[in-house]
């Protein structure tokens, strides 16, 4: 059963255009969520990340909105760079779960000139 | 800092080889976790410890086995490989209270034939 969904498994956008990552949760304990970047051959990189006292983080390009009623969160990347193309996992975790994270399957961004 | 270092790179086992794949951190972290991504799919937590000395099951344990007798290194241990083992591994660290400081390593991507 999968805690953590990103149903999209690929989104393409123009260069500086706005790029929105999707993920969705089933398990109501988590408590803090996170997307990580991954490039071919190299492992995941932290990039934002979100409590569930929020609703929103912001980060530079980098936005990430939380709707705990709907159990949803977004990525906003906004100008979209062709830098950017790579895998994005969504993850959630729990604080009494000594930090252990559960991962979606992520979305491969590519952003083209 | 070299982060997190994982040996080896890539590597190919016969069924019912054993093999013991290698992660050294050197930022003093407390948590270590192993994961494994399957292709087209998400991380999944194997094995993690939260000091050395004291390790815990994820979500995929069976197969593996792992031991953490310093805070640096923590291995993790392969008997008896099998084709569904084949995969790519991580190995993460972070700060305790830190969950948006897990660093990864490259991956270990491990073919068992």
């Known amino acids: 059963d999968q805690q953590v969904k990103q149903n999209s498994p690929s989104l393409s956008v123009q260069e500086g255009r706005i790029s929105i990552l999707n993920c969705d949760y089933t398990?109501?304990?988590?408590?803090?969520f996170l997307w990580y970047k991954k490039y071919p051959a190299e492992g995941p990189t932290f990039l934002i990340s979100?409590?569930?006292?929020?609703d929103k983080n912001e980060d530079g390009r980098f936005t990430v909105f939380l709707n705990k009623s709907a159990k949803h969160l977004s990525l906003h990347i906004v100008p979209s760079q062709p830098g950017d193309s790579a895998v994005y996992f969504c993850?959630?975790?729990?604080?009494?779960?000594?930090?252990?994270?559960?991962f979606g399957k992520g979305t491969l961004l590519t952003v083209n000139p | 800092n070299a982060g997190v270092t994982q040996t080896p790179k890539f590597r190919i086992l016969k069924i019912g080889q054993s093999m013991t794949l290698q992660c050294a951190q050197d930022?003093?972290?407390?948590?270590m976790y192993w994961y494994r991504q399957d292709p087209g799919m998400g991380l999944k937590l194997i094995y993690y410890?939260?000091?050395?000395?004291?390790?815990d099951k994820g979500e995929v344990p069976n197969g593996y086995n792992v031991s953490r007798s310093t805070t640096e290194d923590f291995p993790l241990r392969l008997e008896l490989a099998a084709p569904s083992q084949t995969s790519v591994y991580f190995c993460?660290?972070?700060?305790?209270?830190?969950?948006?400081?897990?660093?990864f390593g490259p991956g270990t991507r491990l073919t068992v034939l």
């Open positions: 410890s939260v000091g050395a000395g004291i390790t």
């Open positions: 993850a959630a975790t729990s604080g009494g779960s000594n930090y252990k994270l559960t």
């Open positions: 993460a660290s972070g700060e305790q209270g830190g969950v948006d400081t897990q660093y």
């Open positions: 930022m003093n972290h407390n948590y």
């Open positions: 398990n109501s304990m988590f408590d803090y």
């Open positions: 979100i409590s569930s006292i929020k």
